[in-house]
């Protein structure tokens, strides 16, 4: 059982660039999020699914976009890299957040933007 | 909207020690949950423990218990025998019904040889 899946673990992107992290778990759960940690903080709510074709932002979704086109997959795109993206984005999921679920992160992807 | 404080960044402790980690949160609901994360070097985030609120006794896992609070909406974690791989930023977080979970901005815990 992988669990939840992201790549890539490591990118450097060229300021301008565009990219996508990939994101898959294999758990059947509804819900998926993207979070991004910067150094010596917490995390931050990017992006959320509830579930297949619906998507929300979070408390910091500008420069990104997400797409959840089936219940596995929740990619995340970054248009336009600025140096303020470098960071840790974890994607995480969990199933039927009504029950308190516990949520499961990947395992990170360090991005920096130079 | 919910949040999340811990209001100690940094805490160290001797190796075989106990220490408690603070987490204090602010609701109206009555029903929701907290959890305590752990994040090594690795960046991995590790689920710690897990608290329902209406459950009065509160939650244990081996070396690793809460005091739960919820007058006080206080969440407490206590780590009991401190070992080297205790090492890590630790969250707490809430969730409640049809919300995200919130995070607080974490407790970097250093085990002392």
């Known amino acids: 059982n992988a669990g939840v899946t992201q790549t890539p673990k490591f990118r450097i992107l060229k300021i301008g660039q565009s990219m996508t992290l990939q994101c898959t778990q294999d758990?059947?759960?509804?819900?998926m999020y993207w979070y991004r940690q910067d150094p010596g903080m917490g995390l931050k709510l990017i992006y959320y699914?509830?579930?297949?074709?619906?998507?929300d932002k979070g408390e910091v979704p500008n420069g990104y976009n997400v797409s959840r086109s089936t219940t596995e997959d929740f990619p995340l795109r970054l248009e336009l890299a600025a140096p303020s993206q470098t960071s840790v984005y974890f994607c995480?999921?969990?199933?039927?957040?009504?029950?308190?679920?516990?949520?499961?992160f990947g395992e990170g992807s360090w991005l920096t933007v130079v | 909207a919910q949040t999340v404080t811990q209001s100690q960044p940094e805490m160290s402790v001797q190796e075989a020690e106990t220490v408690t980690l603070s987490c204090t949160y602010d609701?109206?609901?009555?029903?929701?949950?907290l959890f305590w994360y752990k994040q090594p070097p690795s960046r991995q985030m590790i689920l710690v423990i897990r608290?329902?609120?209406?459950?009065?006794q509160n939650a244990t896992e081996n070396r690793f218990s809460v005091n739960f609070q919820k007058a006080a909406k206080s969440f407490s974690l206590k780590i009991s025998d401190s070992q080297l791989g205790d090492a890590a930023m630790y969250f707490c977080?809430?969730?409640?019904?049809?919300?995200?979970?919130?995070f607080g901005p974490g407790t970097r815990l250093s085990v002392l040889p």
């Open positions: 995480a999921s969990n199933w039927h957040q009504n029950l308190g679920n516990t949520i499961y």
């Open positions: 758990m059947n759960h509804n819900y």
């Open positions: 699914s509830v579930g297949a074709g619906i998507t």
């Open positions: 609701t109206s609901e009555s029903d929701y949950y």
């Open positions: 608290q329902e609120a209406y459950k009065q």
């Open positions: 977080a809430y969730l409640n019904y049809g919300q995200n979970f919130v």
